[in-house]
């Protein structure tokens, strides 16, 4: 046979040996140079904590039966491995291993991709030797089987691996895909323990990583090395595993939970606009494992195996179809949204795909075909051509790609999604003949590499450790060729039993790259059988998922505990195949549909266990954290005070508009008066902007402030603006709202658009107002949405409408704030949510250290190209310290033009690869394009015409420079720029693939380098999209507490009829308690634009998105540190969202840093008040002459700083 062979060479030795491998260690310079919050503490967590008592001892090792592989692959198992095959079982049981305990070398290494809890592994063996005899000492090869074979290995020490412990990502030793496969990569292996005098070798990997491990055992033991071979179950994908004795591979529960948790922001997303098809791939090629454990964690509408449609030999027009159906099914009752998961090696088991691409693989795998589509198409047997030229150029393309290092497709990188939101879209044009009438607005997802590096939870951790202590007790017990065996995994971990089972037994006979070749046999998700009761439940449940909307909203990973039972739940899918059932509850009440819009409130009962724990927390456990001023929370105890008469910006432009210009804050402070109870009052409230967590929570302290059976009744307009115009409304009560709190999104009323500014839509709110009897209208959102509630309020009081409008800050862009508003309700959470992501996928990065990651932060820039603002992106960056971040207000102020961008991108790309490193993470602002100054005015020529449009039609239209600028661009981000626009005309920057275009202007300026010498590293890019995953996140601590007092604070101006004024919370950086509540006017925060040069139009006053401030404390923070991000690894995982805990009262340090302009403001009144009172008549003459001089100083100065010189009323006294 062919190994056979192999191994003869091997005794010949007939293989010259190119370099000789080190035997020396190298100096170890990969420690992490920082930490979060998150990480230091569980770092700090004691991983003993998670050890079974069978290992408190070491653990004896009992030999059971030997096992066999595979009846059809014995006979050949055996001749490859005649030494290892056949070997017997081992469990561990309590008792001390055999004596003497002399010390220990063992050597580690991390193999293929990463899988969070791999650091935990390591733990394991360490503590396990160290545990046998304190001098024991570990090895750790560095990135993957090469530094093995190479001898590239360090001494592990206590300081190195304390820095590890429970964190994701394998950046402690990096790792790689090389497999030992040669006849001197194995002499070289061999030399190189045997020079360390390893007495054991963990290989922590998948299936190809452990079954390279067996052959290795087998070398080993044929040519009497002393080095015991082990191997660990790693993988994310789940489909590595042998029930009972390998129920699961580590990672699979942390990545399940991450996707699942974006899965469920996504299904909220969907409920809060009912206007978009989320297509999402999940990673997972050669088996569904993930798709089916996010599917039962999050009920998406529907969910395709891979394993299912090679059943059913499910052609692509089969699959097409299906889907198709219950689009359509869900359009006749008004659903024109969905939530779809996708498993990324799906393509593969479709039959007459599978074929295609089993037959590119061989054809490719021989060196003189090239990977060309002509060369192809000259190859391919007559069907697989046909198939070829059917599917759509992007996917012919993607299955030409560069091979993995086991010469197959790289099935990552083919667009699934985008195939099937194709094919589907032209399936349901087609029945429009036949009465199809709705809509179908795929958004496309690919989540992956945000799951391989995350923080493992609290069940990864303690399974990893629990494998790496195996693993060390089986080399003390003289084991190898057996992967460590963890199981009881229902029980508490301190019952799980341990063992080893033989790789062998594991293994079947497979052809790769054309040959024949012995590897672990894949687990895919069963249909029926003895581990098919995941599949089973989900199958029962999928007709109810099509129609009806049920998801389940896991929530962030928790890490708490003591306080939170959700934290140590086991993947959904061993919980199952373990014997444990679920109840299925399906709702049993009907959306109602308003206008265009769906009322279908979710029953507290449909909530998943963490929201229905974090829901009773806020209310009962933690209670609510109040303000002093609102904290008995009732409308009948505050009273509303007149605080000082504001100034306008742009007094004489303003008061055009505004009948009132210097209308005073309005504080709310507590009163001991009783006045008659406040009752029969009616506020209706409308959701704006666009999603955003906390929503929820603000609805509920908007409902709570109210005083109860007085007759008071609030209103919400379902479908948001829409609902409003329409008189779609319902009564909230507390009841509803109870189901709701703590949770994100918008889902309860839903959004449509953000706008409220021409006449007729301004008379439709009036006659709404007027019928529903209304005392307040609140209106919550961004900037747009308080503009337009300004204007309302105006037009409110000119005609007399008794309705007082207020409106709420919030937009997880961050941009509505200003010298009153410290925060956006929404920007904390949605921060967080993203810097979570960029963490994991920073760490990824570092273990693999071969991709850059070009990842686009959402922020929600709704006024297009004319205010893109990057709050998000420079937050994300401060809590996760990328090696770039493209701020657009830094490129504005420089005026950086497109060529010096991407040079400079280059200059650190080529600097990193000068030290050797061919890896990093790029953060880059959504509205970036529209900050440089060539984009800019292409795009303010783009929105004069109507969208969507063609390149044709639009290119001979541009002036000369915007059509250069225009032809020079991918075709990608032509047709992107063309696409059909917001509400408000402007350009959806979300549109543009940002991140793809500089990756790809970057790659094309390093080719030139290459060719000129001057980089001489690898740049292979990454691109994503970070926006949809977060926006609906469940909300944090803060945003939960911000989210409630504004709605009580809102309350409370509403039931005042206060007209005119935004609710605002001040002082956000100090404790709950100390918050400042109050209502600014409109009018103090209004602001004229630049008049543009040439225009004799002037727009009318606004209160616009603020910038990100250049010269303020959170800007400032960045710039200390990025030249050192640009050249180090300084990323830090800030992990998921805790919501208890000491980790969950942190604010985002954008917040936490903001200047308190109410504070300063009251600290300059108490000044002048004490000028006053020193300088009253009969004072010294000199007092009065030295304040008189300064305060006349300070009014030049005050001249000098701004155009008009509006007096405050509070200066005059001091003045005269």
Known sequence: STFEKFKARNRTGCLARVMAPSTSPTHYNRARKAHSFMEKERMKADCKEYLPDVLLSGGKAVRQEAVAASPKDAEAIKRLFPNTSGIPLVELEAGDAPSPKDPLKVGVVLSGGQAPGGHNVIAGIYDGIKAWNKDSSMYGFLDGPHGVFSGNFVVITDAIMDGFRNTGGFDMLGSGRHKIETQ???????????????????????????????????????NDCKTKVIGTPKTIDGDLKCPPHVPVSFGFDTACKTFATLVGNVAVDALSAQKYYHLVRLMGRSASHIALEVALLTHPNACLFGEEVAEGRQSLKDITMELADMIEARSKDGKDYGVILIPEGLIEFIPEIKALISEINDKLSQPEIQPTEEAILGVLSKENAECFRYLPGFIRAQLLLDRDPHGNVQVAKIETEKLLAATVHN???????????????????????????????????????????????????????????????????????????????????????????????????????????????????????????????PGPTQFDMVNCEVSKDIPMTLQLELGRTWELQVPTEKPKRMGKFLFLPQAKRMRSELQRWRALMITKDRERRLPAAISTFNANAVTVKKGE????????????????????????????????????????????????????????????????????????????????????????????????????????LGR????????????????????????????????????????????????????????????????????????????????????????????????????????????????????????????????TKPNLLLLSEEVDEQRNNLREIVNGIADVISARADDGKNFGTVLIAEGLLAAIPEFRTLIAELEGFPMPNTVDKVLPELTTWSAALFRSLPEFIQKELLLERQSNAALQLSQLETDRLMARLVQDELKQRKKKGTFKGSFSPVCQFLGYQARCSMPSDFDSDYAYALGGTAAVLATRSCNGYMAVISDLAHPVER??????????????????????????????????????????????????????????????IQLSGSSASRVTQTIATRFSYLKELEGLQRNLEALRTRCRPGCHLRQVKVASGILTTLNSILDELSEHVVPTTFLEPAVK
């Open 184 to 222: 001197e990569q194995f002499e070289d292996s061999m030399l190189v323990c045997n020079a360390i005098g390893l007495d054991g070798l963990v290989i922590i990997g998948g299936d190809d990583s452990n079954t390279n491990g067996a052959v290795l055992a087998e070398y080993f033991k044929e």
């Open 427 to 553: 399936e349901l044009e087609n029945r429009r003949s036949s009465g199809y009438e709705g809509t179908f607005s795929p958004q496309l997802h690919a989540f992956g590499y945000e799951g391989r590096a995350g923080m493992p939870t609290i069940f990864d951790s303690a399974y990893c450790y629990a494998l790496g202590y195996t693993a060390s007790s089986l080399l003390v017990n003289g084991c190898t060729g057996l992967i460590a065996s963890v199981k009881n995994l229902l029980a508490p971990c301190k019952e799980w039993q341990c063992g080893g089972v033989p790789i062998t037994s594991l293994c079947v006979i497979e052809r790769r790259k054309g040959k024949d070749k012995p590897v672990i046999r894949k687990a895919l998700v069963e249909m029926t059988g003895g581990l098919s009761q995941p599949f089973q439940f989900y199958k029962k449940i999928r007709d109810h998922l099509k129609i009806c909307d049920m998801y389940r909203i």
């Open 645 to 748: 008469e504001t100034c306008c910006n742009a007094h004489t432009v303003v008061s055009r508009y505004f009948s009132e210009v210097h209308a005073p804050i309005l504080d709310i402070v507590p009163t001991e008066e009783r006045n008659a109870p406040i009752h029969d009052k009616k506020i209706g409230i409308v959701f704006c902007g666009r999603q955003a967590p906390g929503c929820h929570d603000f609805v509920c302290g908007l409902v709570d402030m109210l005083p109860v059976n007085h007759g008071n009744k609030v209103y919400g307009f379902v479908g948001g603006t829409h609902g409003l115009m329409d008189k779609q409304a319902v009564e909230l009560d507390p009841e509803l709202c109870d189901s709701f709190c703590g949770a994100g999104g918008l889902e309860m």
């Open 752 to 879: 449509t658009v953000d706008r409220i500014n021409t006449q007729e839509e301004k008379e439709m709110a009036k006659s709404t107002c007027q019928d529903l009897d209304l005392d307040g209208l609140v209106l919550v959102g961004g900037a747009r949405t308080n503009t337009d509630a300004a204007y309302l309020s105006e037009y409110f009081k000119q005609n007399k409408v008794k309705t007082g409008v207020v409106g709420v800050p919030c937009g997880i862009e961050g941009s509505m704030v200003n010298e009153f508003v410290e925060a956006s309700l929404g920007f904390d959470s949605a921060t967080k949510a993203m810097s979570e992501l960029v963490g994991n996928t920073a760490i990824d990065g570092s273990s693999a250290r071969k991709y850059y990651y070009f990842l686009k932060l959402m922020d929600g820039s709704t006024t297009g190209g004319r205010n893109a603002t990057s709050h998000v992106a420079l937050e994300v960056a401060l809590e």
């Open 1075 to 1136: 918050w400042h509540c109050c209502g600014v006017p409109f009018t103090a925060m209004l602001q004229v634009a630049p008049q543009v040069p040439g225009e004799s139009f002037r727009p009318r006053p606004g209160i616009f998105p603020r910038k990100v401030d250049l010269d303020a404390a959170a800007f400032s923070s960045w710039k200390e540190v990025r030249d050192s991000c640009a050249k180090e690894e300084l990323y830090e995982n800030p992990g998921p």
